[in-house]
T-cell receptor, first 116, second 114 residues
Framework: GAGVSQTPSNKVTEKGKYVELRCDPI?????LYWYRQSLGQGPEFLIY????????DSGLPNDRFFAVRPEGSVSTLKIQRTERGDSAVYLC??????????????FGPGTRLTVL | KQEVTQIPAALSVPEGENLVLNCSFT??????LQWFRQDPGKGLTSLLL?????REQTSGRLNASLDKSSGRSTLYIAASQPGDSATYLC?????????????FGKGTKLSVIP
């Protein structure tokens, strides 16, 4: 079956611009996570959705970052007034329930964001 | 705050050798620990998940162990192959977080030389 998909695979933008990154989770997965991975680092948690609601947004670095999941499936990560420090690979993951010790997270290929 | 450390940062071995990757975490109140593989420019592939109540998990040539009380996990790879070359990431889901979010180490970059 299809895995987690993310679009675009690469995004180059200029400082100050607005960007949207899309994630299509595995069908039937209610939990969706966004992470950010900088060069040479492990992924860092940004936000977690359970269904349509953001259940944990404690990882969002500031109010320029926002994410939605209006129908409980596709999610969009939105970044306003981009800064060079936002350059990273943005990873999306989904899991079946998000509420069990056996709940494996499945990751998409990521979107590489470059802010010039 | 949970911190995850992986040692070594990089490892190069000849094909056929058995090897061990190490992971340590500071907060033992975990739900589970997961090992992932990441190939250059790609996303993460889940290898093994060990529940907090388990001591080890096996999949093919891979065996992962967990010692929750000491905050350690190891990933054992038997009879390494060039195709095993990748970065291996360890991650924990822990009860101090607001969800089952994962906290990752920086990874161990493995090179298996033919």
């Amino acid at each position: 079956g299809a895995g987690v998909s993310q679009t675009p695979s690469n995004k180059v933008t200029e400082k100050g611009k607005y960007v949207e990154l899309r994630c299509d989770p595995i069908s039937g997965h209610t939990a969706l996570y966004w992470y950010r991975q900088s060069l040479g680092q492990g992924p860092e948690f940004l936000i977690y959705f359970q269904g349509t609601g953001a259940a944990d947004d404690s990882g969002l670095p500031n109010d320029r970052f926002f994410a939605v999941r209006p129908e409980g499936s596709v999610s969009t990560l939105k970044i306003q007034r981009t800064e060079r420090g936002d350059s990273a690979v943005y990873l999306c993951a989904s899991s079946l329930s998000g509420s069990g010790v056996t709940d494996t997270q499945y990751f998409g290929p990521g979107t590489r964001l470059t802010v010039l | 705050k949970q911190e995850v450390t992986q040692i070594p940062a990089a490892l190069s071995v000849p094909e056929g050798e058995n090897l061990v990757l190490n992971c340590s975490f500071t907060d033992s109140a975990i739900y589970n620990l997961q090992w992932f593989r990441q190939d250059p420019g790609k996303g993460l592939t889940s290898l093994l998940l060990i529940q907090s109540s388990q001591r080890e998990q096996t999949s093919g040539r891979l065996n992962a162990s967990l010692d929750k009380s000491s905050g350690r996990s190891t990933l054992y790879i038997a009879a390494s192959q060039p195709g095993d070359s990748a970065t291996y990431l360890c991650a924990v889901a822990y009860s101090g977080a607001g969800s089952y979010q994962l906290t990752f180490g920086k990874g161990t970059k493995l090179s298996v030389i033919p």
